[in-house]
């Protein structure tokens, strides 16, 4: 029984799989359930049926939802490993258990959206566990997290502040511990912080438009942003910092006791300004309409300096339009019409109480927009974007009601990790992420002149590995997770079992091609075929599960 259920999900597979040879055309006409999902799907880490029901009892009011998401309190990781540690249940707070911590606040969280918010900024503010500074520094890459978190609702002003300060961004880019110029020694200021802070975190490479179109030359070459002479200048704002020690009678050491004063790591606090080894002189930065301060005096605190600099940052006309495409993209689709930049920049530069960078009020423009919300978008070939490997298997953890072992911060998903999926929450490669906004993947999307940047990382090693861990997961178990399909084995009929999984995973858009062949599988799934302690409402709801997971639908988001 168990090699013919093996070579019926073999030739079911393939049946699937085969609609991705064809432009499969996804169905827009949603139910309001439907809508909800496909709205989860975008603000979530994934859609469950009681955030579908609480949707509806809001009368599918996706406002109202943003509200009340805003008003719960947020839900922080680094507190759990702490506890863990304090409790004995482990004896080191180790990069391992880190990774289980925001797991569980991520896949667990009530504050789904700030959650949602604080992973989309991560790969925006990058640093990653790969780096061993990151990875051996207690809670420190949490708290991190827990910082995107904290802000994701707050003001783009103190949300760069705070990245700058934290003390794991500080020694992710050399910030912590950088000393300013010493002629005798012919030493400068390091540049790494500088460099990303504005190629990265807020105006990027190019002059942009208001709608993120770049601003151009007169044969047409985009415009850059700033030369190196900018990057040197605002190497010298980020000089001085050093950990936090609580010590106001702190005293320096080396020659003249104005080097760092010794200290113990600390990995959580924002670091503080020793101005012993901040840069004293005038700097230059950007020059633009209404910048309050392009030039700094010489002799400010070093806390002055970088509060000056950082309001360059976010003032400069380029940050909006930069920061609002790059939010779009992780939340909705990855090639937003100029249009919705616009419309979201605009809303970054005022919130309608001229207040700039608030965060919340661009949330609410990204995920509100009608390029987010309405159904003829569903069908525009160039709307959507190709799901994350990692929120694909949260959504289907949460879809499915997923079960999670007893024991000290369970939320472990095993092997399942970068090395599987080509990607996992604060571990990118480098500070350039896992991919690039503007990565075009060779093919009918580049020939089109469109983006996909997760494309960057679907290869033929993921392209297996990925499918590997959707089987593992719909059959057994992935790391201490398990799910229950209780709601779904109890549907007899093939055709209401495959439109549960459909809206539970595809918001109800699946093809009516691909919706055919899955009803067609499942239903040839006969008593005899089913394995050993299975029913078969169980075994033809674990075949329709991984039959959609796979599909192109479930791929890509719409």
């Known amino acids: 029984m168990i090699r013919s259920i093996s070579l019926l999900l073999a030739s079911a597979i393939l049946l699937v799989l085969s609609a991705g040879a064809q432009v499969v055309q996804p169905n827009a006409a949603l139910t309001p359930d439907g809508f909800a999902a496909r709205f989860l799907g975008q603000a979530t880490f994934g859609p469950t049926a009681a955030g579908i029901t609480e949707l509806k009892n809001l009368g599918y009011d996706f406002n109202a939802w943003i509200d009340r998401e805003a008003a719960k309190s947020p839900t922080y990781s680094a507190p759990l490993v702490v506890a863990a540690r304090s409790s004995g249940g482990i004896t080191s707070i180790t990069n391992a258990f880190n990774r289980r911590a925001r797991n569980e606040v991520m896949i667990s969280g009530n504050d789904q959206l700030r959650q949602r918010v604080a992973y989309a900024l991560s790969q925006i503010f990058v640093i990653s566990d790969n780096n061993s500074a990151i990875a051996n520094a207690n809670e420190g890459s949490s708290s991190y997290y827990d910082m995107l978190v904290r802000d994701s609702f707050g003001t783009f002003r103190q949300l760069l502040l705070d990245v700058t300060y934290h003390p794991m961004m500080g020694r992710y880019l ?253 571990a990118a490669p480098s500070v350039f992420n896992f991919y690039t906004p503007d990565y075009q993947p060779q093919g009918p999307i580049g020939d089109a002149g469109l983006v996909g940047p997760e494309f960057q990382i679907q290869n033929a090693v993921f392209g297996i590995a990925t499918p590997n861990v959707y089987y593992n997961l719909t059959n057994t178990t992935v790391g201490n997770f398990s799910l229950d399909l209780t709601t779904q084995a109890a549907l007899t009929d093939p055709a209401a079992l495959v439109d549960n999984v459909d809206l539970m995973l595809t918001s109800g858009t699946l093809s009516s091609a691909t919706k055919t062949k899955v009803v067609a599988a499942v239903t040839a799934v006969t008593q005899a075929m089913v394995p050993s302690g299975s029913t078969l409402g169980l075994t033809r709801s674990r075949l329709a599960i991984y039959l959609v997971a796979i599909s192109p639908d479930f791929a890509i988001q719409k």
């Open 174 to 426: 050399n910030q912590y511990h950088n000393r300013k110029a010493d002629p005798s020694k012919n030493t400068s200021a390091d540049e790494n912080y500088a460099r990303e802070v504005e190629q990265l975190f807020s105006v990027g490479l190019y002059l942009l438009n208001a709608d993120g179109t770049s601003q151009t030359d007169g044969t047409g070459r985009a415009l850059e942003t700033y030369t190196n002479a900018q990057i040197t200048e605002f190497a010298k704002v980020f000089t001085g910092f050093t950990d936090e020690d609580h010590n106001a009678n702190a005293v320096g050491t080396g020659t003249g006791r104005t080097d760092f004063p010794s200290a113990a790591q600390n990995y959580t606090e924002p670091m503080k300004m020793w101005q012993g080894q901040h840069d004293p002189n005038t700097k230059s930065l950007y020059h633009y309409a209404g910048a309050r301060k392009p030039d700094l005096p010489a002799g400010q605190s070093g806390d002055q300096d970088v509060s000056d600099a950082i309001d360059n940052l976010v003032e400069h006309p380029n940050t909006a339009p930069f920061i609002s495409r790059q939010l779009i993209q992780r939340l909705v689709t990855s090639n937003p019409s100029n249009a919705y930049v616009a419309r979201v920049s605009g809303v970054f530069v005022n919130n309608g109480r001229s207040q700039r960078g608030d965060m919340l009020a661009v949330i609410k423009a990204v995920l509100l927009d009608q390029e987010a919300r309405q159904a003829p978008f569903i069908v525009d070939p160039e709307h959507g974007k190709l799901r994350e490997p990692y929120l694909r298997v949260t959504e289907l953890l949460r879809a499915f009601n997923y079960k999670v072992a007893a024991g000290v911060l369970p939320y472990d998903l095993g092997s399942t990790t970068e090395g599987t999926l080509g990607q996992f929450p604060l």
